[in-house]
């Protein structure tokens, strides 16, 4: 079979999918079928999930220098538009961007080197070259920096304080009450409720 030239989408959803057999990702069948399917659109990007946290992968084939930077721009914009709390950046060697097969493509991807960098809500990460048998320990590291309890702290201080706010902003309107009461289908008190309270 003559080559074929690869898109980065397609090494991303094979990434995905190698991950996903290895038990680390679970990738949504429709992303799977967009490789196999034929006519399909591939994704721009590839969204997994890694126990129940959303992971968005950005792969390019590395063909220049400036490649590795629009990558982690690209990367670290999905995590500040909270389309992921991680992104994983990932640098393909060249040698990829032609394929026979989609099985050899595959077992090519798996034995490559690849350049990476993970990126979450907390930390910009560092490129590192590894092996997909690498990237799985760096993944895993990545979701436990983001469980770790002094995130979560932090999430549950941001929540408190944005709760207190609205609270404070809420009570200082005097038709907030009555607005939410109706919302609610709260009856309003009557006199009879309100004598029999105070007699009780």
């Known amino acids: 079979m003559a080559p074929f030239r690869i898109r980065e989408e397609?090494?991303?959803?094979?990434?995905a999918d190698i991950l996903s057999d290895r038990g680390l990702l679970s990738i949504p069948e429709s992303?799977?079928?967009?490789?196999?399917?034929?006519?399909?659109?591939?994704p721009d990007i590839t969204i997994a999930d890694l126990r129940g946290v959303r992971i968005?992968?950005?792969?390019?084939?590395?063909?220049?220098?400036?490649v590795r930077e629009g990558l982690f721009r690209d990367a670290l914009k999905?995590?500040?538009?909270?389309?992921?709390?991680?992104?994983?950046?990932?640098?393909?060697?060249r040698e990829l961007r032609q394929g026979d097969t989609p099985s050899r493509l595959r077992r090519s991807l798996e034995r490559s080197n690849l350049l990476v960098r993970?990126?979450?809500?907390?930390?910009?990460?560092?490129?590192?070259?590894?092996?997909?048998?690498?990237l799985t320990d760096i993944l895993r590291r990545s979701y436990e920096l983001l469980v770790s309890e002094d995130v979560v702290a932090t999430s549950v201080e941001d929540l408190e304080n944005?709760?207190?706010?609205?609270?404070?902003?809420?009570?200082?309107?005097s038709a907030i009450p009555i607005r939410l009461r109706r919302l609610l289908g709260i009856p309003e008190e009557t006199e009879s409720t309100t004598t029999e309270t105070d007699d009780e």
Do not use: F, H, K
């Open 10 to 15: 397609v090494l991303n959803v094979y990434l």
């Open 31 to 42: 992303i799977r079928r967009s490789v196999t399917g034929g006519n399909r659109r591939l």
């Open 56 to 66: 968005v992968i950005e792969g390019r084939i590395n063909s220049g220098s400036g």
């Open 78 to 93: 999905r995590v500040e538009e909270g389309i992921s709390p991680i992104c994983l950046a990932v640098l393909y060697p």
């Open 118 to 134: 993970v990126i979450s809500e907390g930390d910009e990460g560092d490129w590192a070259e590894c092996s997909v048998s690498g």
């Open 162 to 173: 944005a709760i207190e706010l609205a609270a404070e902003q809420m009570s200082s309107s």
